[in-house]
């Protein structure tokens, strides 16, 4: 389950940079994600966040403004080290 989070939210933010998809799909993907980040964030180990966190802010200098705020949040709630729940087994 923690290898199918992790890899929906880092192809969430890869997707964000994607020229073969329409804007309005990126932006409606990120969005997604980063409305449900702290879910989602519940079951990631903290080196999984950790990752993820890298790939947002690799991806911030090439993505377009619009997605920008979806990724600097999912990228937010990732730097979490708390690990309770899910997380913790």
Do not use: H, W
């Not at 964000?16 to 449900?36: L, S």
């Not at 950790?50 to 979806?70: L, Y």
């Not at 080290?81 to 899910?86: I, M, P, Y």
């Amino acid at each position: 389950m923690r290898n199918g989070v992790y890899a929906t939210v880092a192809g969430a933010l890869l997707t964000a940079n994607a020229a073969e998809f329409r804007p309005a799909n990126r932006r409606q993907i990120v969005a997604a994600v980063a409305k449900n980040a702290d879910v989602l964030a519940a079951f990631l180990p903290v080196a999984y966040r950790a990752q993820i966190v890298r790939i947002a802010m690799g991806m911030m200098a090439s993505a377009t403004d619009d997605v920008k705020p979806a990724v600097t949040k999912i990228a937010e709630v990732m730097k979490s080290t708390e690990c309770t729940g899910l997380c913790a087994i």
